[in-house]
Antibody, heavy 125, light 107 residues
Framework: QVQLVESGGGVVQPGRSLRLSCAASGFSFSNYGMYWVRQPPGKGLEWVAVISYDGTYKGYADSVKGRFTISRDNSGNTLSLQMNSLRAEDTAVYYC??????????????????WGQGTLVTVSS | DIQLTQSPSFLSASVGDRVTIACRASQGISNYLAWYQQRPGKAPKLLIYAASTLQSGVPSRFSGSGSGTEFTLTISSLQPEDFATYYCQQVNSYPLTFGGGTKVEIK
C-alpha cells in the first residue's frame, strides 16, 4: 500500500535552515508528481511546493519562494524540502502528498490522493 | 489567487443526520475541486475529486456536487467516525488553495 513517511522536523532558530525528507513506498514514485503542504498548529492547510514526476518542473507558494527548494531522488524514492532563512510563520506540520495521476508535468495542478503523517517544524528562538 | 469560502465553519450534528457543507470559489474553477477529511492529529484523507468523483474506498454516504463557483459535500447519514474537519481544495490553478475548513462535532 502507498506509504509516505516524513522526517527531519524539529525546533530551529529563526534564520536557520532545515531539510525535510519524505520516504515513499508502495507505488512507482518516479511516475508521480509530488507536493509539500503545511498546516500551522490549529489552523488550515497551505500549499507550499510542487515537483513534477521527473523533477524538471518546480513551483512554490509566494510565501516560501526564494527560501525553500523542493527536490526528489527517484532512484532512492525520496522527496525533499530544503528550508532556508526560516521564520516564525513557517512553524507548521509539513506533509508530503502524492498526485493521483501519473506523469503529472507539474505545470498544472493535479489532486493529491495520499498524504504522509506529517513532521512538525517549530521556528523559535 | 482563488479564494475558497467554506460554510459553515462549525457544525454540530447527531449520528444519522444528513449533513451538507458548502464551498464557494472566488472565480470559476469548472469541476477542479476536491474534498478532504482530517481527523485530529492525522493527515488529510481524499474523499471526493473532480467535484463529484468518489475516491476508491470511501463510503458511498459521501457525495459531492457542483461546478463553476458553487460546490457541496454531503454526508447522507453521519457516522461516529465522520466527526472531523472537512476541507475543500481547488486544483484549477496555482497556487493551490484550500477552504478554511468545517469542523463537524457531535451534538
Amino acid at each position: 500500500q502507498v506509504q509516505l513517511v516524513e522526517s527531519g522536523g524539529g525546533v530551529v532558530q529563526p534564520g536557520r535552515s532545515l531539510r525535510l525528507s519524505c520516504a515513499a513506498s508502495g507505488f512507482s514514485f518516479s511516475n508521480y508528481g509530488m507536493y509539500w503542504v503545511r498546516q500551522p498548529p490549529g489552523k488550515g492547510l497551505e500549499w507550499v511546493a510542487v515537483i513534477s514526476y521527473d523533477g524538471t518542473y518546480k513551483g512554490y507558494a509566494d510565501s516560501v519562494k526564494g527560501r525553500f527548494t523542493i527536490s526528489r531522488d527517484n532512484s532512492g524514492n525520496t522527496l525533499s524540502l530544503q528550508m532556508n532563512s526560516l521564520r516564525a510563520e513557517d512553524t507548521a506540520v509539513y506533509y508530503c502528498a502524492k498526485m493521483n495521476v501519473m506523469y503529472g508535468p507539474g505545470t498544472y495542478p493535479i489532486t493529491s490522493d495520499y498524504w504522509g503523517q506529517g513532521t512538525l517544524v517549530t521556528v523559535s528562538s | 489567487d482563488i479564494q475558497l469560502t467554506q460554510s459553515p465553519s462549525f457544525l454540530s450534528a447527531s449520528v444519522g443526520d444528513r449533513v451538507t457543507i458548502a464551498c464557494r470559489a472566488s472565480q470559476g474553477i469548472s469541476n477542479y475541486l476536491a474534498w478532504y477529511q482530517q481527523r485530529p492529529g492525522k493527515a488529510p484523507k481524499l474523499l471526493i475529486y473532480a467535484a463529484s468523483t468518489l475516491q476508491s474506498g470511501v463510503p458511498s454516504r459521501f457525495s459531492g456536487s457542483g461546478s463553476g463557483t458553487e460546490f457541496t459535500l454531503t454526508i447522507s447519514s453521519l457516522q461516529p467516525e465522520d466527526f472531523a474537519t472537512y476541507y475543500c481544495q481547488q486544483v484549477n490553478s496555482y497556487p493551490l488553495t484550500f477552504g478554511g475548513g468545517t469542523k463537524v462535532e457531535i451534538k
